[in-house]
C-alpha cells in the first residue's frame, strides 16, 4: 500500500483542495467574469514559484454554528486571506535578501472580510515578520470587520485583537507594502492606509466605511463606487503609485521592493552627456526634471511616487550603478518649482521612508523658495512646510544635493536639510544660481528707495535689470563656490560619477546613536 492511498492523507489532500481555484470553481469563474484575479493568482504571480510556505490555510470562518462544515471549507476557504512566507525577486537579491512575507486578501470569501480566525492569521504572519525583519506586501481588497462569525461567544466589541497593532508596529523596521484591487473598506482600508507605500489599481474604491456603516450612521445612502475612488485618492496623496490592473500592480510591488533588497549587478544608463543641454540658457524657462532624473538613473530604474500629489516636489527610487537611491527633485514646470504646503509634506515623508529603511537620498535643487501668501498660509503652510526641515535635519542616511538651477531662501534650505553643510555633498551644475531670496524680490526689497527715486517708468525698469543682473552674477555657483557656500561646480555629465563617489565615503552603517522609529507624520 502506498502512502497516497492511506485514508488520512486522501482525506487532507481532498480538504486542502478545498482552498484551492481547480475546485472553488464558481468562485473564481466570478472573478474572472470581472475582469479581476483569483487571490491564488495574484499569490502565484507574486512569489517566485515553489517558495510559498502557508500558514493557516485550513481555516475556516467562525461559523460552525449557523452553517455546514463542508460548505464552510469551501465558501470560506482560509478565513478569507492567504498567509505566508516566500521569497521574492530570489533571481535578482539571492536567497536570504529575498525572503517576505505575504498577506492575500481573498475578496470571493465572504467580500475579504476579517473574521475571528482571520485575525489570528493576520497576527501571526505580523508577529514573524517583526520578528525576523521581514519585508510584507499585502492584498487588501475586502469589506472590513465581519459581524457573522456567531461561534464566538467569549468577546463583546472584539477590539481585544492585535492585527491593527502588529500591523502598525512594522513601520520603521520592516518595508511594509499594499496593493489594493476593487472594493477596500474600513478595516481593510486602514491596513491598507497603514502601509509604507500604497498601490492602487484604477478598479480600486477605497475608504474608511463601506456604505452600510455610512448609512447606518446617518450619514447618507451611497454606492460602493461613490466611496473614495481612484481619481480622489491620487490626487490627495492617498495613493502612492496608480497601476492599471492586478498584475501591474504586482509587478511595480517587486519592483519597488527591489530597492529595499539591495544592489543589482546588471545594470545600464543613458548618454550621461545628454544633461549639459536640458538646463535652458534663459533661466526663466521651465524644462522637465524628469528628464534629468531618467538620464540621470539607470535605465528603467526611475519609479515615481505620490505623482499627481504635491506636484511642485518629484518623489521616488532611482538606481546608480545598480545601487538603490531615494529621490526628491523639485519641478520647475509646477509653480516655477517653489514649494507648496503639499510638496513640502510629501517631500517630508518620503525622507521619512528612505531614513527608516536606510535608502541614501539624493535631492535635485530648482527652487525659487517656499510658496508665501495669505493662500499658501491657509494650506497650513507654517507646519507642513517646516515639516520638511525638521525631517531633512534628522535624517541619518547620507544625502547627496545637485543644484540644477535655483537655490534660494527658506525652500532651499528645505531640499537640503536645514543647511547646505548638513549634507554629504552639495554640488551644483554651473546653471545654479543662489540667494537668501528670489532675485526679483530681493532688488525690490534692497534697492526700493534707489527706484523710486527714478519717476520715469523705462529709467526705473532698466536699473532694476541692471541690479538684477548684478545680484545674479553674485549668486552664480562659480561666486558660491569661492566663499565654500556649496562644496564644488561640477560638469552636468559627470552627475552620477560625483553621486557614487561622494556615497562611497560615507560610512557603511548608522552611527550609534540611531533610533530606528516609525515614519509615519508626527507633527
Known amino acids: 500500500m502506498t502512502d497516497d492511498t492511506r485514508p488520512e492523507l486522501a482525506a487532507l489532500k481532498a480538504r486542502l483542495a478545498r482552498t484551492l481555484d481547480e475546485v472553488r470553481k464558481d468562485a473564481a469563474a466570478k472573478r474572472h467574469a470581472m475582469g479581476y484575479r483569483t487571490a491564488r493568482e495574484n499569490l502565484a504571480d507574486l512569489v517566485d514559484p515553489g517558495s510559498f510556505t502557508?500558514?493557516?490555510?485550513?481555516?475556516?470562518?467562525?461559523?460552525?454554528?449557523?452553517?455546514?462544515?463542508?460548505?464552510?471549507?469551501?465558501?470560506?476557504?482560509?478565513?478569507?486571506v492567504i498567509t505566508g512566507i516566500a521569497t521574492i525577486n530570489r533571481d535578482q537579491f539571492g536567497e536570504e535578501k529575498s525572503r517576505a512575507a505575504v498577506v492575500v486578501y481573498d475578496y470571493s470569501v465572504l467580500a475579504g472580510?476579517?473574521?475571528?480566525?482571520?485575525?489570528?492569521?493576520?497576527?501571526?504572519?505580523?508577529?514573524?515578520?517583526?520578528?525576523?525583519?521581514?519585508?510584507?506586501?499585502?492584498?487588501?481588497?475586502?469589506?472590513?470587520?465581519?459581524?457573522?462569525?456567531?461561534?464566538?461567544t467569549t468577546q463583546i466589541a472584539g477590539l481585544n485583537l492585535k492585527s491593527f497593532h502588529t500591523w502598525g508596529k512594522l513601520s520603521g523596521l520592516a518595508p511594509r507594502i499594499a496593493i489594493n484591487n476593487g472594493y477596500c473598506f474600513a478595516g481593510n482600508a486602514v491596513l491598507w492606509g497603514c502601509a509604507d507605500i500604497t498601490i492602487a489599481t484604477r478598479a480600486s474604491w477605497i475608504g474608511m466605511a463601506g456604505p452600510a456603516m455610512i448609512e447606518g450612521g446617518g450619514l447618507g445612502v451611497f454606492k460602493p463606487t461613490d466611496i473614495g475612488p481612484i481619481d480622489v485618492q491620487a490626487k490627495n496623496g492617498t495613493v502612492d503609485i496608480v497601476a492599471e490592473n492586478e498584475a501591474d500592480a504586482t509587478a511595480i510591488a517587486k519592483k519597488l521592493l527591489g530597492?529595499?533588497?539591495?544592489?543589482?549587478?546588471?545594470?545600464?544608463?543613458?548618454?550621461?552627456t545628454v544633461l549639459r543641454d536640458i538646463v535652458p540658457e534663459n533661466r526663466r524657462r521651465a524644462y522637465p526634471v524628469r528628464r534629468v532624473i531618467e538620464t540621470l538613473a539607470d535605465t528603467d530604474s526611475f519609479i515615481e511616487l505620490r505623482r499627481a500629489y504635491g506636484r511642485g516636489m518629484v518623489t521616488g527610487f532611482i538606481r546608480l550603478a545598480g545601487k538603490p537611491i531615494g529621490l526628491i527633485a523639485n519641478d520647475c514646470m509646477h509653480l516655477a518649482g517653489a514649494v507648496d504646503a503639499e510638496s513640502a509634506e510629501k517631500g517630508a515623508r518620503f525622507l521619512q521612508l528612505c531614513d527608516?529603511?536606510?535608502?541614501?537620498?539624493?535631492?535635485?535643487?530648482?527652487?525659487?523658495?517656499?510658496?508665501v501668501g495669505p493662500e499658501s498660509d491657509a494650506?497650513?503652510?507654517?507646519?507642513?512646510?517646516?515639516?520638511?526641515?525638521?525631517t531633512g535635519a534628522s535624517v541619518t542616511v547620507p544625502l547627496v544635493v545637485i543644484a540644477l538651477r535655483k537655490g534660494y531662501g527658506l525652500g532651499a534650505l528645505g531640499m537640503t536639510g536645514g543647511s547646505f553643510v548638513f549634507p554629504l555633498y552639495t554640488a551644483s551644475w554651473?546653471?545654479?544660481?543662489?540667494?537668501?531670496?528670489?532675485?526679483?524680490?530681493?532688488?525690490?526689497?534692497?534697492?526700493?528707495?534707489?527706484?523710486?527715486?527714478?519717476?520715469?517708468?523705462?529709467e526705473r525698469q532698466e536699473l532694476f535689470d541692471k541690479l538684477l543682473a548684478k545680484l545674479y552674477e553674485e549668486g552664480k555657483a562659480t561666486e558660491a563656490a569661492t566663499y565654500l557656500e556649496i562644496d564644488a561646480v561640477i560638469d552636468p555629465a559627470d552627475t552620477r560619477e560625483v553621486i557614487l563617489k561622494a556615497l562611497a565615503t560615507a560610512p557603511k552603517a548608522k552611527p550609534p546613536h540611531h533610533k530606528r522609529r516609525s515614519f509615519v507624520d508626527t507633527w
Open 259 to 272: 530597492y529595499f533588497q539591495g544592489p543589482l549587478e546588471d545594470w545600464s544608463c543613458p548618454d550621461q
Open 379 to 390: 494650506q497650513s503652510a507654517v507646519r507642513r512646510m517646516s515639516s520638511l526641515v525638521v
Open 356 to 371: 527608516a529603511y536606510e535608502v541614501p537620498i539624493l535631492s535635485l535643487m530648482d527652487t525659487p523658495g517656499f510658496m
Open 54 to 80: 502557508e500558514y493557516g490555510q485550513l481555516a475556516i470562518a467562525a461559523q460552525r454554528n449557523r452553517r455546514d462544515f463542508e460548505d464552510l471549507q469551501i465558501n470560506t476557504a482560509a478565513d478569507a
Open 113 to 152: 472580510t476579517q473574521g475571528y480566525f482571520h485575525h489570528k492569521k493576520l497576527d501571526r504572519i505580523c508577529e514573524l515578520a517583526e520578528e525576523w525583519q521581514l519585508p510584507v506586501i499585502m492584498y487588501t481588497e475586502g469589506g472590513g470587520g465581519r459581524p457573522g462569525d456567531t461561534d464566538v
Open 430 to 458: 554651473p546653471t545654479g544660481e543662489f540667494g537668501g531670496m528670489g532675485l526679483e524680490g530681493a532688488v525690490w526689497l534692497g534697492y526700493k528707495k534707489e527706484l523710486e527715486a527714478v519717476e520715469d517708468q523705462a
